[in-house]
């Protein structure tokens, strides 16, 4: 099965999002779409995959923050078992490297959830009709990043890669130091400054938004 490219046919689609009432709003939403159908929901990445093999749905609408490997993941797993698929992705941040590594893998939206009814389902309708292009719905503040320099890439150096990798493994500041031949006052600085390039509050945080933004490999 492909996915259509006439309007007036019914378009099939998925929903994931692992906050079940928003969920179970949005589906019924597009529900009442005469040109839509909703043929099943899910609550993770792992879930969303699976539904795509098993129903082969023209879109697939995705929540950004959800149980699994990482967004980058799903949606990179959905194409290459389902590439008939569009991924829609709906999220709250305004994060340029992830919608870098989002359009990377695919994705052939990258909406904030602050759109309209109308604005999603103008773009979905857009996806199907327009496959070609991509399908934006971002801040006036993303696209100044995209204009500053490195705006849009991946912003970690290799050290700051390789000292948040040994993070992610669990191992402290003073075991990275110690692995990497380095002062622990140096992993530190480093530490600031990835948290400041990835928006991040914590060391979970900063690991959590490498893994989306495709920075680090996804959890096993």
Same mark, same amino acid.
Request: hydrophobic content about 40%; aromatic content about 4%.
């Given at each position: ?19 079940? %009432?928003? !969920?179970?709003? /949005? #589906?019924? /939403? ?9 043929? =099943? ?18 879109? #697939? ?14 949606? %990179?797993?959905?194409?290459?078992? $389902?590439?008939?698929?569009? $991924? ?9 490297? /992830?919608?870098?590594?989002? @359009? ?6 990258? /909406? ?23 399908? %934006? +719905?971002? +801040?006036?503040?993303? @696209? ?9 890439? =991946?912003? %970690?150096?290799?050290?700051? =890669? ?5 993070? #992610? ?7 990275? #130091? ?10 530190? !600085? ?5 948290? !400041? ?9 900063? @690991? ?13």
């Amino acid at each position: 099965m492909t996915a259509s490219t006439d309007p007036t046919d019914r378009t099939r689609a998925i929903v994931v999002d692992d906050h079940t %009432l928003f !969920r179970e709003l /949005l #589906a019924g /939403l597009l529900a009442q779409e005469p040109w839509l159908d909703v043929v =099943a929901q899910g609550d993770s990445g792992p879930a969303a995959v699976a539904l795509a093999r098993q129903h082969r749905p023209d879109i #697939a609408l995705l929540d950004v923050q959800m149980p699994g490997p990482g967004i980058r993941t799903t949606v %990179l797993e959905i194409h290459r078992h $389902c590439p008939q698929t569009h $991924c829609v992705v709906l999220t709250m941040r305004d994060d340029p490297a /992830l919608l870098r590594s989002l @359009i990377d893998a695919g994705a052939a939206a990258y /909406l904030l959830k602050s759109v309209s009814s109308r604005e999603l389902l103008a773009s979905i309708r857009s996806v199907i009709t327009a496959p070609d292009r991509i399908h %934006l +719905s971002i +801040s006036r503040d993303m @696209i100044k990043a995209f204009d500053s320099p490195g705006g849009g890439t =991946a912003p %970690l150096s290799p050290r700051e =890669a390789e000292i948040l990798r040994h993070v #992610a493994q669990g191992r402290s500041n003073a075991e990275v #130091a110690a692995a990497l031949f380095l002062a622990e006052t140096t992993v530190k !600085r480093h530490l600031t400054n990835m948290y !400041r390039k990835l928006g991040a509050t914590s060391r979970v945080d900063a @690991i959590r938004r490498a893994h989306e933004a495709g920075i680090l490999e996804p959890y096993p």
